[in-house]
């Protein structure tokens, strides 16, 4: 699974190290403790950030069927940890 940053995360981060710089260009140290909660927030997001744990279970009615003949199949999901939204793709032969 490939993790993917929202803006308001690189947004923040981008905050952080303008004010960070800033700070240490101007001597202002004012500057860096406003850019401080900006720093805070991306790096407690990052190591607070957990992937979701679905679990998938597929049921058929049945082995065998002839060419044309409908099948039920049930799809079931469950999760531990919440997941924002899950596709669900089921590929035939």
């Known amino acids: 699974m490939t993790r993917?940053?929202?803006p308001k995360l690189?947004?923040?981060t981008a905050l952080a190290a303008l004010g960070l710089i800033a700070g240490l260009a101007a001597r202002l140290p004012e500057l860096v403790v406003l850019a401080a909660p900006f720093a805070l927030v991306p790096t407690f997001g990052v190591l607070l950030a957990r992937a979701p744990e679905v679990d998938a279970s597929v049921a058929i009615e049945r082995e065998r069927v002839l060419e044309g003949?409908?099948?039920d199949v049930?799809?079931?999901l469950a999760t531990?940890?919440?997941a924002e939204r899950?596709?669900?793709l089921l590929?035939?032969?």
């Open 4 to 6: 993917v940053y929202e």
């Open 10 to 12: 690189v947004a923040y």
């Open 69 to 71: 003949e409908e099948l």
């Open 74 to 76: 049930t799809v079931g």
């Open 80 to 82: 531990a940890r919440g």
């Open 86 to 88: 899950v596709d669900v």
């Open 91 to 93: 590929e035939l032969p």
